[in-house]
């Protein structure tokens, strides 16, 4: 059974940084294309970014792009989600996601992910 965990989140001023981690269990995450994404209060759950299993490529959504980095350390089970220069529109719960149906389909699709974590909730103040 995969378990993911979220941990990083808090209350920042617009500019500020933040560091997200996702701690994962199981022997499935080195194989796993891993996602992040995030849902802001009366808005549909959204993708984030996410980092491909084998050669450690990364996609990010518009909004994010040259803001927010996100890795992985397979020796650890690790997940993180590097944010810089936040606004206040990136409040949100953000969530980590396992992924493991390989690299077809959509991998901005929050319906093609398999595990979840609980969310930890990000808050940008103007």
């Known amino acids: 059974q995969v378990q993911l965990v979220e941990s990083g989140g808090g209350s920042v001023q617009a500019g500020g940084s933040l560091r997200l981690s996702c701690a994962a269990s199981g022997r499935t995450f080195r194989f796993a294309n891993m996602g992040w994404f995030r849902q802001a209060p009366g808005k549909e759950r959204e993708f984030v970014a996410v980092i491909k299993w084998d050669d450690y490529s990364t996609y990010y959504d518009d909004s994010v792009k040259g803001r927010f980095t996100i890795s992985r350390d397979n020796a650890k089970n690790m997940l993180y989600l590097q944010m810089n220069n936040l606004k206040p529109e990136d409040t949100a719960i953000y969530y980590c996601?396992?992924?493991?149906?390989?690299?077809?389909?959509?991998?901005?699709?929050?319906?093609?992910?398999?595990?979840w974590g609980q969310g930890t909730q990000v808050t940008v103040a103007s």
């Open positions: 996601a396992q992924r493991m149906r390989g690299s077809s389909g959509d991998l901005t699709s929050s319906h093609d992910y398999d595990y």
